[in-house]
T-cell receptor, first 116, second 111 residues
């Protein structure tokens, strides 16, 4: 089946620094990738939609200058959390949509970000 | 997307069938019913989807009522590893679709 990977799986950073999370589709091409955030005991919240070669579309309330998304190839999207603060600590999950035919979405394993 | 309603939690004994209900009374004719699950601290995993007919795969069965206003996900022989939050989502899909999640049902499989 289609596999999506994320790197790193967990990261701890200091307040004020930036962190980059990578999302890769390993065995299919993904013209569209999605970034979600999940706080403890809550459901996934869609942050942004990333289309290859164009600017990301952010959901209401998500700061585009804080959460920088780059989707430079059909298999890689990155999320950079800039000037991270403790309230950005969360579980970040990406998903990728298979461009060929079914438009199914496949999810990565998630990245646990802790900002100290 | 049609609104879906699921119980917040359910329990099931290991080895027994787990039947997870979902109400989607406002579902439209072109909307599929999708089920995903999320094991703690992992990304969501696709389980099954259907439009009108009942569906079965290696993971589960999906029973959709004739009026399509509700469905049931069946895990025939639940194991401890099936403990997870299960999400029922109704959507029509397509190239512009954005998958959004409700609160789901926390299924706890007990030994």
């Amino acid at each position: 089946g289609a596999v999506v990977s994320q790197h790193p799986s967990w990261v701890i950073c200091k307040s004020g620094t930036s962190v980059k999370i990578e999302c890769r589709s390993l065995d299919f091409q993904a013209t569209t990738m999605f970034w979600y955030r999940q706080f403890p005991k809550q459901s996934l919240m869609l942050m942004a939609t990333s289309n290859e070669g164009s600017k990301a579309t952010y959901e209401q309330g998500v700061e585009k200058d804080k959460f920088l998304i780059n989707h430079a190839s059909l298999t890689l999207s990155t999320l950079t959390v800039t000037s991270a603060h403790p309230e950005d600590s969360s579980f970040y999950i990406c998903s990728a949509r298979d461009a060929a035919g079914s438009y199914e979405q496949y999810f990565g394993p998630g990245t646990r970000l802790t900002v100290t | 997307d049609a609104k879906t309603t699921q119980p917040p939690s359910m329990d099931c004994a290991e080895g027994r069938a787990a039947n997870l209900p979902c109400n989607h009374s406002t579902i439209s004719g072109n909307e599929y019913v999708y089920w995903y699950r999320q094991i703690h601290s992992q990304g969501p995993q696709y389980i099954i989807h259907g439009l009108k007919n009942n569906e079965t795969n290696e993971m589960a069965s999906l029973i959709i009522t004739e009026d399509r206003k509700s469905s049931t996900l069946i895990l025939p022989h639940a194991t401890l590893r099936d403990t997870a939050v299960y999400y029922c989502i109704a959507h029509s899909g397509g190239s512009n679709y954005k998958l959004t999640f409700g609160k789901g049902t926390l299924l706890t499989v007990n030994p």
